[in-house]
């Protein structure tokens, strides 16, 4: 049974003695008090009514440096002079223990982002690819270094520590994957932060639009250059690709029994590096590439969903080969994917596995990579003297994408950029030219 409350003067004493379930008042400052509950622990309470009428009861702390009587009742001073304001301190801390984390907060906003609902600045919803991307920098660096964090707490100062402690690639780990023997190694770099700072800014923004916090602690912070890939093979590089790629398709012919090798690399994670090679598309375009995008007649595929939205692009005659070959190998119906996984209907996640195995054979540096391929195509387009924007159009580029608006008055000129641009990487990969017209530009300076 609760012990009658007394009211007398609050001192160590009073404290000191106080009963299991006793509550002592002092009479100097209304609503002040110290209670022990049935435990050894006393702590200082304040009773108020805030500016609705409501009663609260606002925990001071417990007994124990720093607080003491009489640093306790200057609190409860100080507090009730907010109160006196119109302020509800109680409410205030309640609210505070109720805010969410940025671990909270970033869940939200995958959950939003999944449910489609968080649209991009082409006001379209994330892709699924963006969305494991995403998922894998929150739980690599965002949760580990912030997670804990109110989102509302999080200053300009903790964003800056943040990105330096990516930077120095503090918290770098190897974890499971989930899958069978799957490994992740989480490194950090320049890079990563400059990408993990881009989305923690779309994080706040979002946390900003939902009334978690009145600003975004990540605009105004100068990100580390977000290491412009700018890698190219050379001509020597370019033919050892085309010798590992030759000699792997080669190693398939069947045996004199008649029954198949064991591919050394997926057959079709060897054509898919192929058809990047001559083509510079982007690698989540071409593994998604399903038949019912292809044109043969044309010699175009239409694609409805890429990184600068629909593009129509050019097959140049070397690719064209490849997606025939690919018909021979695999069932062509509209849905089916062009370049097919090992297991499963879904995208070749192991393709980035299997490249590097080809190119750790062809000795290749570790740095060469299929957007290596792509900027490659690129800038064989440059050696021949094409512009920009014809070069734009053959790798969807955003200012040169091809839209089906305007592919009736410009697929001849892209296919014969495409076709340049493939003939002069197959010519360097040391394969045979393709069938079909092609069209020779002048070097960059000719005549």
Known sequence: MQVAEKQRKLGIREVETLAPNQTIWC???AGFGARRRAGQDVSFVLLYRNADG???RYTIGKH??????????AEARRVLSLVAKGEDPAGAKQAWREAPTVSEVCDAYLRDAEAGTLLTRRGKPKKASTLVTDRSRIDSHIRPHLGAMKA???TAKDTRAFMAAVMAGRGARRVTTGKLRGLSYVRGGSGAAAR????LGAIFAYAVEQGIRADNPVRGIVRPADGK????????????????LRELVEALAPRKDGKPKRAEVWPHAVAAARFLALTGWRLGEALDLRWQHVDLTTRTARLSDTKTGASVRPLAWAALNVLMRQRMLVPHEPDNRVFPPARGEGAMTGFPKALARITAKATLPADVTAHTLRHSAASVGGDLGLSDLAIGAVLGHRSGT????YIHAADAITLKTADAIAASVAERMGDAQPTGAVMRFPHAGAA
Do not use: I, N, Q
């Open 54 to 56: 409501r009663k609260r």
């Open 402 to 405: 091809v839209t089906s608006r």
């Open 27 to 29: 009479p100097s400052v």
């Open 196 to 199: 993990t700072m881009g989305l």
């Open 229 to 244: 890939r700018d890698r190219r093979l050379s001509d020597a590089e370019y033919a050892a690709l085309g010798a590992v």
């Open 64 to 73: 124990g440096s720093p607080w003491v009587p009489e640093t306790a009742r």
């Open 152 to 154: 509302a707490a999080v």
